[in-house]
């Protein structure tokens, strides 16, 4: 019996309760707030101001995937903020006005400038993406179907029958394709619509 107890707390208490208290409004808001101050954190590391005994303690209460999602938004931010806090002269600032393309975000994250060439091939190894075959058809496996299904109704009927206090009913609904729907009722032989 102890044994059966252990392991129904353990489940309870691993799997059941995390789960009841994950949506409650003061967990999201001690959350929230952890991941704020993480990044406020990570801000600071990022400019030069260490303070590695908070960083780690919010490290072991945030999992991977926000830890990471945190430092990548964090790091935009930092790079955003040096391009705005840059101290230009004035003749930079009116060569940067003249040659400036207004459809053109300079501080928009590029994906393939952050990646290193060995990042790229692991991650075009891993799609199967190869750089010559943009001009190429691409090669299906054999067990590929490739199928264009067309299918145009001109009439669609929908009959349900059923048994109301014992009398037969059935409910007729028609729809064609020039717009006109009808709806009928039978009952023990009459239609009524």
């Known amino acids: 019996i102890f044994r059966w107890k252990f392991a129904y707390t353990a489940i309870l208490n691993e799997h059941v309760r995390p789960r009841l208290t994950a949506f409650k409004w003061e967990v999201i808001k001690e959350n929230l ?3 704020k101050e993480y990044r406020e954190v990570y801000l600071q590391e990022l400019n030069h101001h260490k303070n ?3 960083a780690q303690e919010l490290e072991k209460q945030i999992d991977l995937f926000n830890l990471i999602y945190i430092r990548r938004t964090a790091q935009i931010q930092y790079a955003k903020k040096k391009i705005e806090e840059k101290d230009f002269s004035w003749w930079d600032k009116l060569v940067n006005w003249w040659n400036s393309n207004p459809n053109q975000d300079n501080t928009e994250f590029k994906f393939t400038d952050s ?3 060995e990042e790229k ?3 075009y ?3 199967g993406y190869k750089d ?3 001009s190429q058809q691409l090669d299906y496996p054999e067990e590929y179907i490739d199928i264009d299904i067309s299918l145009k109704l001109n009439l669609i009927e929908i009959n349900v029958w059923s ?3 014992q009398n037969d009913l059935q409910s007729s609904f028609s729809l064609s394709d020039n717009g006109g729907v009808s709806i009928d009722n039978y009952k023990n032989g009459t239609c009524s619509a």
């Open 125 to 127: 190894q891993a799609i």
């Open 52 to 54: 590695e005994k908070r």
């Open 132 to 134: 010559d075959q943009s």
């Open 121 to 123: 091939i692991k991650l």
């Open 33 to 35: 707030n952890r991941y």
């Open 115 to 117: 990646l290193s060439t």
């Open 163 to 165: 048994l109301i206090h």
